[in-house]
């Protein structure tokens, strides 16, 4: 599976809508930031062209994500088991582009999260996910590996 960093997912003023929320939840948050994502499912590698149309095609680095900013990496993703409406037109658009080895995009969101100096303990840990994500139709992991794993092994395919 192929991940590419993207751009800023919260403008300024969203950022200190969410670092005001979490606080709520954690009075010990001093920050956050926030990234997209994308997490290609592949069915051959892509040549350099191929990976440099795509990440044009998502606005994104031709590189891992990684934790913006400082602190607990946190990654919002449509549940598992789920193909999400984002992620059905985007993995079209790759096909009408001649990218016919995306068999599947999806985005995530990875947040940093900086909180008390000696970090967040379990149950802040899971006051800051709770307020990440809608768990309705989302779901929130703790790292790239198990994002990446959970999205192979338990999406359908289409």
Known sequence: MLQLRGRAAL?????????????RRVPGITGVAAEHAYFVDLEAPLDPEQRRRLAVLLDAREEPPRAPGAGRLFIRLPRFGTISAW???????????????????????????????GGLDADQTAAVAAGLHDRMTETVVLGLDEAQQRRRVEAPQH
């Open 87 to 117: 992620s059905s037109k985007a993995t079209d658009i790759a096909g009408i582009c001649g990218l016919n080895a995306v068999r599947r995009i999806e985005r995530g969101t990875v947040y940093g999260v900086t909180g008390p100096a």
């Open 11 to 23: 403008s300024e003023f969203r950022r200190r809508k969410l670092l005001a929320a979490l606080r």
